[in-house]
């Protein structure tokens, strides 16, 4: 165990000091409030059922190639071994060019039961990217610095991260992209990212449950700071199984000029969908808008391989 906390000690110390990085950025998903497995892979350690997460991001409505993103996720945490494993595919269409991005996640928590927990998380995959340049329409065809021609780059990829989780908060740190610290910029990979957020969670009140988010972004000289804030509406369902919530509305602002508004629907205690629009404050693109739709899902503790460490099983934890 001490071996393991001092490799990850060391390996996010190094991907979150890096300076040279690359021109790419990550991908831009709203909903990333639910789940951030994406940039932090700690975050999939998740207790008492497999996890399912998908959502697809249609960015910039109006605008001829603009970028659309398609994600897919599952984990299950092993009570056993104190850990969590996990799978996941990105593709980001941008244009002439296709980024996809599949990964396998591995997350070791520690806890003290009901107090705290922490967790250290490792993502490995590939990272794959293709230009295809006959899609340009240039006004004139024979212009030979036209770029025509069809490339594919794959390179390995790595992220890190670690999480603690407490009654009430949620404080976390990891960079992605690791490969790419320390390299000069290209047109084909993403650059190095580095994250650090906090959640303050409360779940106490009878008739809603709130969450407020603060993250900080980073690559290279570029930083972007996110707030962000949602109600989870809640109703009693009987003595037994006390209060369930039923639908959330959340407001996300960045210091890029953009806002977003997201609004979900648990269908069932294990089930929801949710709704991402985002707007843009940017001169020139007001109009265009982003929408996005996300579907959660979990396989309750009876048919995973885990069981019962849930506080309720009924909230939908951050």
Known sequence: MKRLTIFFCITASCAVFGTKVMAQTDISMATHWYNRANYNPASIARTDYIYLFTDIRRQWIGV???????NVQASEYIHDLHSAFGISLVSDQI????????????AYRISNERDWSLSMGLSAGVFARYIDGSLFEAENVNDPSVYSDMERIVRPDANVGVELQTTHFVFGLSSTHLFSVSKDSTLFLNSNHRYGYVIYKNTDLDLFNYNIGLQVVNRSSVTVLEGNASV?????TGLNTGPREIFDLGLTYRTSNQMTFLFGVNISSNLRVGYAYDQSFLTGYGKNTSHEVMLEYRIPSKAASTCVQCRNTDYWYY
């Open 64 to 70: 001829s190639g603009a970028p659309t993103v398609f």
């Open 95 to 106: 244009g002439a060019t296709r980024a996809i991005n599949p990964m396998l996640t591995y």
């Open 232 to 236: 989870r509406f809640k109703h009693e």
